[in-house]
T-cell receptor, first 113, second 111 residues
Framework: EPEVTQTPSHQVTQMGQEVILRCVPI?????FYWYRQILGQKVEFLVS????????KSEIFDDQFSVERPDGSNFTLKIRSTKLEDSAMYFC???????????FGQGTRLTVV | QKEVEQNSGPLSVPEGAIASLNCTYS??????FFWYRQYSGKSPELIMS????GDKEDGRFTAQLNKASQYVSLLIRDSQPSDSATYLC???????????FGTGTLLAVQP
């Protein structure tokens, strides 16, 4: 069964460092999303991406965040200068054309120290 | 920001019983509703989607939607210890089909 894959599963980084989280969405899906979940809190929308551009972003997704689809298969989330409060699980999700069911990757646990 | 509300629980039921999970949402124009299961430290796993008023059954799971009351529920029949997880209610909002999640209800099925 096709699935969304994310790497790495766990990333530890020092405050102020840049991190790149990677995702490979389901191959025929066209809509891509990043969500995050701070420990003990709800899953929160960060950004949606379609046709090689951001289609919507939340208040959380400030200038420190960027997304890219560099090669037609990978979908990346970059945090330029990490802060302690960026520590969370980051989930990538994708949906297909004409289908609103979103499938999530296994997540990347980001720990900023 | 439109909200999705769930009782955080924990909801404790004995093995074999029916678990009933509830969710309300504030955005009247929402049309698509989902239940995800999330085990501790894992990602959300889609278990049910519902788009029309009424009931939708899939195996031991039944989703119920009442748009007039802005209410979605999930029934789990013959609950098993392996059903113990957090159940997330999610609603699509906006043109990009982003999901707005509730805080989740922790279900504990007692053997």
């Amino acid at each position: 069964e096709p699935e969304v894959t994310q790497t790495p599963s766990h990333q530890v980084t020092q405050m102020g460092q840049e991190v790149i989280l990677r995702c490979v969405p389901i191959s025929n899906h066209l809509y891509f999303y990043w969500y995050r979940q701070i420990l003990g809190q709800k899953v929160e929308f960060l950004v949606s991406f379609y046709n090689n551009e951001i289609s919507e972003k939340s208040e959380i997704f400030d200038d420190q965040f960027s997304v890219e689809r560099p090669d037609g298969s990978n979908f990346t989330l970059k945090i330029r200068s990490t802060k302690l409060e960026d520590s969370a699980m980051y989930f990538c999700a994708s949906t297909g054309q004409g289908n609103t069911e979103a499938f999530f990757g296994q997540g990347t646990r980001l720990t900023v120290v | 920001q439109k909200e999705v509300e769930q009782n955080s629980g924990p909801l404790s039921v004995p093995e074999g019983a029916i678990a009933s999970l509830n969710c309300t949402y504030s955005d009247r124009v929402s049309q698509s509703f989902f239940w995800y299961r999330q085990y501790s430290g894992k990602s959300p796993e889609l278990i049910m989607s519902i788009y029309s008023n009424g009931d939708k059954e899939d195996g031991r799971f039944t989703a119920q939607l009442n748009k007039a009351s802005q209410y979605v529920s999930l029934l789990i029949r013959d609950s098993q210890p392996s059903d113990s997880a957090t159940y997330l209610c999610a609603v699509i909002q906006g043109a990009t089909n982003k999901l707005i999640f509730g805080t989740g209800t922790l279900l504990a099925v007692q053997p």
